[in-house]
């Protein structure tokens, strides 16, 4: 068993992919209509055939609700590993992101948290 498909919540699909491909530098892997939504996959530029993440439209109300819960409580979405955590808070908020902690020392882990500007909080982390 293995993990090829992870997915966030996200306000709208287009917004989504934007950012996530030309501020955090994934690629985009999948983009099939689905109706009024797409089946949007993203992958790290390092591993084209790595895990996919779906940017998964927040239509149902119930994804509506988690999702504003999370964002309201401060709880991270999701989280993305980075080889130099330092190097990469200044890429982001050099190119306009929100952080909403900044690179925090946590045991083995350093981590910080920014705002996804589509509904989420992510996580960006370094062991």
């Known amino acids: 068993m293995k993990i090829k498909l992870s997915s966030v919540f996200v306000d709208d699909q287009d917004k989504a992919l934007k950012f996530y491909t030309e501020v955090l530098g994934f690629v985009k892997k999948l983009d099939i209509p689905m109706g009024a939504a797409k089946w949007l996959t993203v992958v790290s530029s ?13 239509g149902n109300p119930a994804a509506k609700t988690y ?27 050099e190119l306009g992101v929100t952080f909403r902690t900044e690179p925090e020392k946590m045991g083995e882990v350093t981590a910080a948290i920014f705002d996804d500007t589509c509904g989420n909080l992510i996580q960006i982390y370094q062991v």
């Open 67 to 93: 999702q504003e819960a999370i964002f309201g409580q401060g709880i991270p979405a999701t989280a993305f590993e980075v080889k130099a955590i330092q190097a990469e808070y200044k890429r982001l908020k």
């Open 46 to 58: 390092d591993e084209l055939n790595g895990t996919e993440l779906l940017l998964e439209p927040n």
